[in-house]
């Protein structure tokens, strides 16, 4: 459990078989704990890395974040980070009933002022709640 890393390849060359630059690794200072990563695209079409702790919280790191790290949720026991911004996050169902919840989780879109200027939303996919 610890270090995330975000890797970038810098874009490939269409002659003489090479890459244009060199790549690029950032360090993403969420913590420490991590169990598990994802890796996606934010709202920017950038690099977008979701992060499972021990403690089942989970962050989310994109290089265009205005706040550089965006805090999901927490009791979370999967998650898998997609394409723009959106990420699908695993949750134990409320109740007796064995199975999981399933959400699909939207990024904020972020504003050009540097706060977010659209809230970031939560669609239930797979409801198993037993109340």
């Not at 959106?86 to 699909?104: H, K």
């Amino acid at each position: 459990m610890g270090l995330v890393e975000n890797h970038t390849d810098a874009p490939y060359a269409t002659y003489g078989g090479k890459f244009t630059s060199n790549d690029s690794w950032h360090i993403v200072t969420l913590g420490t704990g991590a169990v598990a990563i994802s890796a996606g695209t934010d709202r920017n079409g950038a690099p977008m890395t979701d992060v499972l702790f021990a403690n089942h919280s989970a962050k989310e790191y994109s290089s265009y974040s205005p706040d550089g790290a965006l805090e999901i949720g927490y009791g979370i026991v999967e998650i898998d980070a997609g394409h723009d911004g959106i990420s699908d996050v695993v949750t134990p169902a409320i109740g007796s009933f064995p199975l999981n919840d399933v959400w699909r989780f939207q990024d904020a879109w972020p504003g050009y002022n540097g706060f977010w200027s659209e809230p970031s939303s939560w669609t239930v996919v797979v409801n198993y709640d037993n109340y």
